[in-house]
């Protein structure tokens, strides 16, 4: 069975500085997707970022990025010129390319200090 | 905005009672996904339909069951309700392989 495993309960950033969350997963496939939410306080789930597995290069979303490493199952978020408005829960996600189901990380709740 | 919708945003029941909640997808979105987030399991996958008909089964409680109609909009049925159904429920819809979240039911049960 596949698994996700965001091991940074809490993180804190400095506004304006850069901060890179952590996200591991296990499975056996090779062909998969993977992403990142963002749920802020008023507990909407936000899509982020979106990463195919047969893609070599990272994604970039505007001040998201990712680095995807294959090999080593890991899929870390990078958050730069970090704002006030990035506070929030981020959750890693995984889904096989053979089913439309979601796996879910236990999360990272992000904190920006001005 | 998603442009995903569920109604209620929230519910306050009692133990042992049903409550149904509702979700429509985003136009022309076919699939409809169920997910709980409750603060001891996290955000579990329930279960998804496509265009009418049940696709995919996750950690669904048999007291719990859902459908899907014609209009394409979906409801998840809760039974027998205990305290630790409590949870934050959410529905998404997807295109292209990106789901897209409505903002939640949040229950209760007293």
């Known amino acids: 069975a596949q698994t996700v495993t965001q091991s940074q309960p809490e993180m804190s950033v400095q506004e304006a500085e850069t901060v890179t969350l952590s996200c591991t997963y296990d499975t056996s496939e090779s062909d998969y997707y993977l992403f990142w939410y963002k749920q802020p306080p008023s507990r909407q789930m936000i899509l982020v970022i979106r990463?195919?597995?047969?893609?070599?290069q990272n994604a970039t979303e505007n001040r998201f990025s990712v680095n995807f490493q294959k090999a080593a199952k890991s899929f870390s978020l990078k958050i730069s010129d970090s704002q006030l408005g990035d506070a929030a829960m981020y959750f890693c996600?995984?889904?096989?390319?053979?089913?439309?189901?979601?796996?879910f990380g236990t999360g990272t709740r992000l904190q920006v200090f001005p | 905005d998603s442009g995903v919708t569920q109604t209620p945003k929230h519910l306050i029941t009692a133990t042992g009672q049903r409550v149904t909640l509702r979700c429509s997808p985003r136009s022309g979105d076919l699939s409809v996904y169920w997910y709980q987030q409750s603060l001891d399991q996290g955000l579990q996958f329930l279960i998804q339909?496509?265009?009418?008909?049940?696709?995919a089964k996750g950690n669904i409680l048999e007291r719990f069951s859902a459908q899907q109609f014609p209009d394409l909009h979906s409801e998840l049925n809760l039974s027998s309700l205990e305290l630790g159904d409590s949870a934050l429920y959410f529905c998404?819809?997807?295109?292209?392989?990106?789901?897209?979240f409505g903002p939640g039911t949040r229950l209760t049960v007293l």
């Open positions: 339909y496509y265009n009418g008909e049940e696709r």
């Open positions: 998404a819809s997807s295109v292209r392989g990106e789901q897209f």
């Open positions: 990463q195919e597995a047969y893609k070599q």
């Open positions: 996600a995984y889904r096989s390319a053979n089913t439309d189901k979601l796996i």
